[in-house]
């Protein structure tokens, strides 16, 4: 099976963790939202498969090209 670590966009604080470990997820599902500017901004899935970890928590800083979660296909 392929991992796909997804990072973030932006330099923001995470807003919020929409779906967690185990879920699935399909291309373009929403995994969490980020803050930057006081703009909303979605992470989605890149590829369908299996949310096998959330590195990131609600109110934490990320940076820009960060891994925030790894999703198994």
């Given at each position: 099976m392929a991992t796909t670590e997804v990072a973030s966009e932006v330099t923001g604080s995470v807003?919020?963790?929409e779906l967690?470990?185990?879920?699935?997820?399909d291309e373009g599902?929403?995994?969490?939202?980020?803050?930057?500017?006081?703009?909303?901004?979605?992470?989605?899935?890149?590829?369908a498969?299996?949310?096998?970890?959330?590195r990131?928590?609600?109110g934490e800083s990320v940076e820009e090209?960060?891994?925030?979660?790894?999703i198994q296909s």
């Open positions: 807003w919020k963790v967690e470990e185990g879920d699935h997820v599902s929403v995994i969490m939202i980020l803050e930057s500017m006081k703009m909303e901004i979605p992470v989605e899935a890149p590829v498969g299996k949310l096998v970890d959330v990131v928590s609600p090209d960060q891994v925030v979660c790894v």
